[in-house]
């Protein structure tokens, strides 16, 4: 029988997992400090746990931490990851390093359910959920992990579509047993499905970001089929509900596409659709992926929507465009080749 992995387990979960070996319940903090604290790779490793007790965990478990196979290197310092994803998958992360901070992409399933016109990880269709071992392990196995500032849950995968693991792994990077980060280092960002976006925002502390990309509802559901099930303005309308104005930040992403959302037209039914949310803007350009008729819009027309926007009391930001050359920018991530050569990376 394949080893459980230990890595990505919750404090109750490591609690019960010592009381089923008949193992001291103190073990449970020990174990967690030798996972998230001290970042062993090896149950060995743990030197304060008795032999007895490594030789019971080891009859059972294993560490489950697996770097990387493949990395690949933009001119722009960005670094895109490839992991191993359960059995013969793969999924991507991607390191962004700026000055003073240091952003990890992080992805929650292989694929995606959601297939946005305009992102490559839709295209590749869905094949498995991530487990919170192995969206942990893109944190944990990070050549750069020391370096981490923040995490954004933007990679592969819609996060509110695998709710339960996702929440499991932001418990371990914020709980003082874990990681130990403040929620405000992290952000967790959705096309915005009913089941689990409520319960994301009273669970978690984390920052949100809502993929918008229309405030038209019929242009939208072109763009985004996930409309249909839970409308733009349902959501803010439930979005209203709660204080975004102090520490915790609400935003929203936009892609600028030529000819299409980038008139000012647009920026007049943002305000109104937005009018009343203590949130921002996040403009991104858009970048061209095979087989899909989107043009991105020109630098100086989205720096017109930004200015229109913030002018009239949205405060609003163009997103620097990080990796383009190595298929690590937003919309870009896919690993459908690699699916396809999987035995060559096995």
Not at 240 to 264: A, H, M, T
Request: charged share 25%.
């Amino acid at each position: 029988m394949p080893k459980q992995t230990l890595l990505g387990l919750t404090l109750t979960e490591l609690q019960e997992a010592v009381k089923r070996l008949g193992m001291p319940g103190f073990a449970a903090k020990q174990i967690a400090s030798w996972l998230y604290d001290k970042k062993v790779n090896s149950i060995d490793d743990m030197t304060n746990l008795s032999l007895k007790h490594r030789d019971l965990l080891k009859d059972i478990y294993e560490v489950g931490a697996d770097a990387p196979v493949e990395a690949m290197h933009s001119v722009d310092g960005t670094v895109k990851y490839l992991y191993r994803a359960g059995d013969k998958h793969f999924v991507e992360a991607v390191y962004i390093p700026d000055e003073d901070r240091a952003t990890l992409c992080v992805s929650s399933q292989v694929g995606c359910k959601m297939n946005c016109k305009f992102c490559m990880t839709g295209k590749q269709g869905f094949t498995a959920n991530l487990t919170a071992n192995q969206i942990i392990n893109q944190i944990n196995s990070l050549p750069e992990r020391d370096k981490l500032t923040n995490v954004v849950m933007m990679g592969m995968g819609e996060p509110l579509d695998n709710l339960d693991e996702v929440l499991k792994a932001l418990e371990i990077m914020t709980a003082s047993y874990g990681y130990g980060w403040s929620p405000k280092r992290i952000t967790l960002s959705t096309v915005g499905l009913r089941k689990g976006f409520q319960r994301f925002i009273e669970e978690s502390e984390c920052h949100l970001a809502v993929s918008l990309h229309s405030p038209v509802v019929l242009q939208r559901r072109e763009l985004m089929p996930a409309e249909k099930a839970f409308s733009i303005t349902e959501m803010v309308d439930l979005l209203k509900n709660y204080d975004f104005s102090k520490q915790r930040r609400l935003s929203f992403e936009y892609i600028v596409f030529k000819g299409v959302n980038d008139s000012l037209l647009y920026a007049k039914e943002l305000l109104k659709l937005l009018r009343g949310l203590d949130c921002r803007i996040n403009l991104i350009r858009f970048h061209t992926i095979p087989g899909v008729d989107l043009e991105g819009a020109d630098m100086e027309t989205m720096t017109k929507l930004r200015d229109y926007l913030t002018s009239h009391g949205l405060f609003t930001t163009i997103r620097a465009s990080r990796g383009e050359d190595i298929f690590a920018a937003c919309g870009m991530l896919s690993t459908a080749k690699q699916e396809e050569n999987k035995q060559e990376l096995i």
